[in-house]
């Protein structure tokens, strides 16, 4: 016999539907939204029922975006020619929130995996080389996962980049801030030997 009112499981099974939420999670978001106030369920109802009408991807850097091009293909203090290529607009994010990033990006919108059936057409890798093509120089900056699809993909676009007149550039690798190095795994502490830099 199931307890739970029809509606408050339909929500359930929505929520549990979402990357990284469990049934345990989803009944706890539902049981929170029911103790809301039917206004608060309300708003959140209507925020998720226009976030397809409002947002879209921009055309340039394929970021969600309310306007088409992005804030940041947008503005004309950043640098054009400095193209930033990430796997999600998470990643994006991530790098804006350290402030030291002035160029544009890319959003692949994924990795190479063959295993899943996802090649080069099922991501923005096309429309990269395009957008290489007409930039004239400049540099692309490859900042994909050091998993073995992030890695997969950034060898990929690293064999079809270095036929384009552009400088191609990858983020450097290394072992954190603050860990000591004998806590390092072996693949990190190569990385940290391959990306060392000079003194000054």
């Not at 929500?11 to 469990?22: E, Q």
């Not at 708003?43 to 088409?68: K, M, P």
């Not at 950043?78 to 959003?107: F, M, N, Q, W």
Request: glycine share 6%; with cysteine.
């Amino acid at each position: 016999m199931n307890v739970l009112p029809p509606a408050l499981a339909r929500l359930i099974d929505s929520l549990n539907r979402l990357p990284g939420i469990g049934r345990k999670s989803a009944t706890r978001l539902a049981l929170h939204i029911l103790r809301r106030s039917p206004s608060e369920a309300r708003e959140l109802a209507r925020d998720l029922a226009t976030l397809h009408e409002q947002i879209s991807l921009c055309s340039n850097c394929f970021v969600f975006s309310e306007s088409d091009p992005c804030g940041i293909c947008a503005d004309r203090s950043r640098d054009a020619r400095l193209i930033c290529v990430v796997e999600e607009p998470a990643d994006l994010l991530a790098i804006e929130k350290t402030s030291s990033y002035r160029g544009h990006y890319h959003i692949l919108h994924g990795v190479l995996s063959p295993m899943d059936g996802v090649g080069p057409e099922e991501i923005k890798i096309g429309a990269l080389l395009e957008r290489v093509r007409k930039l004239e120089g400049g540099e692309v900056l490859i900042a994909t996962s050091s998993t073995v699809p992030g890695e997969a993909t950034a060898a990929y676009l690293i064999s079809r980049l270095k036929r384009l007149p552009v400088k191609v550039t990858r983020l450097a690798c290394g072992i954190p801030m603050g860990m000591d190095i004998k806590y390092a795994d072996e693949l990190t502490l190569a990385r940290a030997i391959e990306a060392r830099k000079e003194t000054a």
